[in-house]
Every structure is written in structure tokens, then in C-alpha cells.
């Protein structure tokens, strides 16, 4: 088991975690319409704070449920379309990050969140930031299209993909869980896209709470602050 794994699955009704009950204060990242950060909000999810690169739905959603939001504009550190890696990436993390520490955050879920973060945001410990990416094979299909490109590639098992986040785009080395999702003959990017997006709705607020109580047990200490 790689060194840098800081969760541990255990059967769910686990008492492993001795901290269980003290819920970690969760925080959201988002871009766009925030649909899934509504299925966190209705299965009661102890969101805190929620962030976005720019003005979006998800960051309405938040304020409208009484949550502290803060949009940290990528466009301001330099972003651009087609811009590639030539605008700030550095700084725009940093101050996410600094948002993350100052807030105490103990846990971070990326939902919808279409930047792409440099490494820094694993400092000073790696483990608390986590996404979720519409992709069984995340290693093949990483990335803001995957959905088009496993269509494109005419694969038969698409599916969705919880991870650690890291340095590297859609990480395939730290998997905290997965589901596998037929592709239809029939299917489009949009329909697949849809039908992804249901199971993500269900797991990616399951797996969270199973973090929060323990049955997920993190092997670092900073989630329960």
C-alpha cells in the first residue's frame, strides 16, 4: 500500500475511528450549476463553506442555504481560455488554500469544479481534498471531456470515479471508490453525461458521510480538528 493512501475502507457501522463523532467541517469547491452540491445540502452533509473560480449557480445555491461563499476568480491570477499552463496557477491555489486553513476545513469535495489545481493543495498534509470524475477508467480518461472522449472511443463501461487529489489530473493511484456505468449503443455525450450524473448525486453525499462518521476512517488527524 503506497505510503501517501491516508483512508482506510472498513465495513460501514465500523468503530475503528475513536473521533467518528466529531464531524469534520466540509467545504466545497464548484464552477457551474451545482447540482450535486444540492444532493449534499439534502442529505444534511455539514458543509461550511463553498468556493467557486468564478460566478456561478453553485455559489447562489450556497448563499440561499445560509452557507459562506467566496469566489476566488481564476481570472484574475492570469486565466484565460486556451491559456493552458501560462497564467498563475500557484497563487490561485494559494489562496484557496489559505480560505481551506483559515476556515479549519477538515475536508474538501470537489463538485463540479472545472480548474485544475496546482499540487500546493495538498500542503501541509495530503488527503483532505477529494473529486469526483465521470470515468470508470480515469487513467485513460482524465480530464474536463471525458465523457466525449469515452464516447468517442466507443467503450461499453463508462461509470464514475472518487479520488484523492493530488498533483496529477484525475489520479488513478488514489481511489477511494467507484461505480461502472453502461454505455448504451444509443448513448450521446449528453445522455451519458445525465445518466452519470444520477449515480454521482447518490454516492459522492454517501461516500462524504461516510467519511464524516468514521466508517471511511482517515488515518490523519487534521479532518477531526
Known amino acids: 500500500m503506497s505510503f501517501y493512501l491516508l483512508l482506510l475502507f472498513c465495513r460501514k457501522g465500523s468503530d475503528m475511528n475513536p473521533k467518528a463523532k466529531r464531524q469534520p467541517r466540509i467545504a466545497v469547491l464548484v464552477s457551474g450549476s451545482g447540482t450535486i452540491l444540492e444532493a449534499m445540502l439534502a442529505e444534511g452533509l455539514p458543509i461550511v463553506y463553498v468556493m467557486a473560480d468564478r460566478e456561478c449557480r453553485g455559489i447562489?445555491?450556497?448563499?440561499?442555504?445560509?452557507i459562506e461563499t467566496k469566489i476566488i476568480d481564476r481570472a484574475k491570477h492570469g486565466w484565460r481560455q486556451g491559456c493552458g499552463d501560462d497564467w498563475d496557477r500557484?497563487?490561485?491555489?494559494?489562496k484557496i488554500l489559505d480560505c481551506i486553513n483559515e476556515e479549519k476545513i477538515g475536508l474538501v469535495a470537489l463538485a463540479g469544479f472545472m480548474t485544475i489545481l496546482d499540487g500546493v493543495i495538498n500542503e501541509p498534509v495530503v488527503g483532505r481534498v477529494i473529486n469526483i470524475h465521470p470515468a470508470y477508467d480515469i487513467e485513460r480518461f482524465p480530464g474536463a471531456h471525458a465523457v466525449r472522449d469515452q464516447i468517442a472511443a466507443g467503450v461499453e463501461v463508462s461509470g464514475s470515479t472518487i479520488h484523492l487529489?493530488?498533483?496529477?489530473?484525475?489520479d488513478p493511484r488514489y481511489i477511494l471508490y467507484q461505480v461502472q456505468i453502461p454505455v448504451l449503443?444509443?448513448?450521446t455525450e449528453e445522455s451519458l453525461q445525465g445518466r452519470i450524473k444520477k449515480y454521482e448525486?447518490?454516492?459522492?453525499?454517501?461516500v462524504l458521510w461516510n467519511i464524516a462518521r468514521g466508517h471511511i476512517v482517515p488515518l490523519a488527524p487534521y479532518l477531526y480538528p
Open 201 to 206: 448525486r447518490v454516492m459522492y453525499p454517501d
Open 185 to 187: 449503443p444509443d448513448d
Open 165 to 170: 487529489v493530488t498533483g496529477r489530473v484525475d
Open 60 to 66: 447562489q445555491i450556497a448563499e440561499q442555504a445560509g
Open 90 to 94: 500557484y497563487g490561485f491555489t494559494r
